[in-house]
């Protein structure tokens, strides 16, 4: 780079390390780390696996595949029904925890507790639960009825039904302190007026609590619906995909690929979620930009 005077005169620029602060240039030499980790671990990783899903003949082994088909049909049902009951329970719970009295401040604490326990030991302790041969659920059925109970993760419908299960009793608590905080930031004195003019609880609901809740409530649905697509732990722990890996979803058939030594199948697969996942993206930030 060059500073041109006049004619052919010029005056050479002075090197960058001049022209910076001794704060921007310990800046940048404290930054230069992170920013290498950044590209090592996170930019290589993922430039890494579309380039070994970039050839078609994957696309078409993973048409082919049974498994893939009813993977993106578990997923949609994940996505569609999981989600929205979810969130409704939430919507509702929210309400019920929102009210000031000292029980329900100690059963919030209760409640919360499956979300601050980490996955693994409290998904596999339901699996262990649920198991037939020594599963407590069994035995109580057993004790009550003098009836072995049922084979539960044995029908991939009542599987992926436990998983769904699971995924929202996991989840349920955060999305609920989420809408708490939602419904607290309602002025109390519309609540009020709403009672001097006779309106009943669904009144009060429809016309105060919904439309100050609404956006709030549709951008936690996109969110969850994003965060679920990369969720594999509430079916990988519960149910491994089985039984036939009739209950996998894309989260988790990405695994049952790597298994079999398929890593370009299991990065095509990961890459096959992005068209739901882009469309989400895309609806939450026009949302938020509103």
């Known amino acids: 780079m060059a500073i041109t005077l006049s004619g052919d005169q010029a005056i050479p620029a002075p090197p960058l390390s001049s022209r910076l602060t001794p704060a ?27 380039w070994l899903a970039r050839a078609p003949a994957n696309y078409v082994a993973l048409y082919n595949d049974p498994i893939f088909a009813r993977a993106a049909v578990n997923t949609l049902i994940f996505l569609v029904i999981g989600i929205n009951i979810k969130m409704l329970i939430a919507l509702f719970l929210s309400g019920f925890f929102a009210q000031q009295r000292t029980w329900i401040k100690w059963l919030s604490v209760i409640f919360i507790l499956p979300w601050a326990v980490p996955s693994i030991p409290t998904i596999l302790s339901v699996r262990f639960m649920l198991n037939p041969e020594w599963g407590v659920i069994n035995h109580l059925i057993f004790s009550f009825t003098g009836d ?13 039904t436990m998983a769904i299960g699971v995924h929202i009793w996991k989840s349920l608590p955060f999305w609920t302190l989420i809408l708490i905080t939602g419904r607290l930031a309602i002025p109390h004195d519309l609540f009020e007026a709403a009672e001097v003019d006779g309106a009943s609880w669904w009144q009060k609901f429809r016309f105060i609590t919904w439309p100050s809740m609404q956006t709030l409530y549709i951008t936690c649905t996109l969110l969850s619906m994003i965060w ?63």
């Open 24 to 50: 921007q240039a310990w800046g940048i030499a404290l930054l230069a780390p992170y920013l290498l980790v950044f590209l090592a671990f996170v930019v290589y990783p993922v430039c890494y696996g579309l």
């Open 148 to 160: 072995d109970g049922p084979n539960w993760l044995n029908d991939p419908t009542v599987a992926l």
């Open 228 to 290: 679920t697509l990369g969720d594999f732990n509430s079916v990988y722990l519960l149910t491994g995909g089985g039984p036939a890996d009739l209950t996998h979803v894309l989260a988790t058939l990405g695994i049952r690929y790597l298994r079999l030594d398929q890593l370009s199948l299991a990065m095509a697969s990961i890459v096959c979620a992005m068209p739901f996942v882009l469309p989400l993206v895309y609806f939450m930030m026009k949302r938020l930009s509103r």
